[in-house]
Nanobody, 127 residues
């Protein structure tokens, strides 16, 4: 059974940092492009960041560019999202997703991106 499990969320003050992790079981993560998405209450899900299978190519959404970075450790079957200089508008549930056929460049524009999804981890940024 394939599972993606996010962790690392929590409550942080504006300007603070968090590091989210997405651990995979039941699949070999090195064969999948990975993405992070977020959904705030009353809003649609939005793309945050994506990374190719080797980790050499990344895409970061404009609202978080320069503050968030995505990385992966295929040996540990884990993907990370480092979030710095957090703002209250970053408050959302953050989910990771894995896609075997589509690369990270389409994660931002494809409504069907992601073969597998995690349940998400809550990030709350207080002002």
């Amino acid at each position: 059974q394939v599972q993606l499990v996010e962790s690392g969320g929590g409550l942080v003050q504006a300007g603070g940092s968090l590091r989210l992790s997405c651990a995979a079981s039941g699949l070999t993560l090195s064969g999948y492009a990975m993405g992070w998405f977020r959904q705030a209450p009353g809003k649609e899900r939005e793309f945050v960041a994506a990374i190719n299978t080797s980790g050499g190519v990344t895409y970061i959404a404009n609202p978080v560019k320069g503050r968030f970075t995505i990385g992966r450790d295929n040996a540990r079957n884990t993907v990370y999202l480092q979030m710095n200089s957090l703002k209250p508008e970053d408050t959302a549930v953050y989910c990771c997703a894995a896609d075997r056929l589509r690369g990270p460049s389409t994660a931002q524009t494809s409504a069907t991106w992601g073969d597998y999804w995690g349940q998400g981890t809550q990030v709350t940024v207080s002002s």
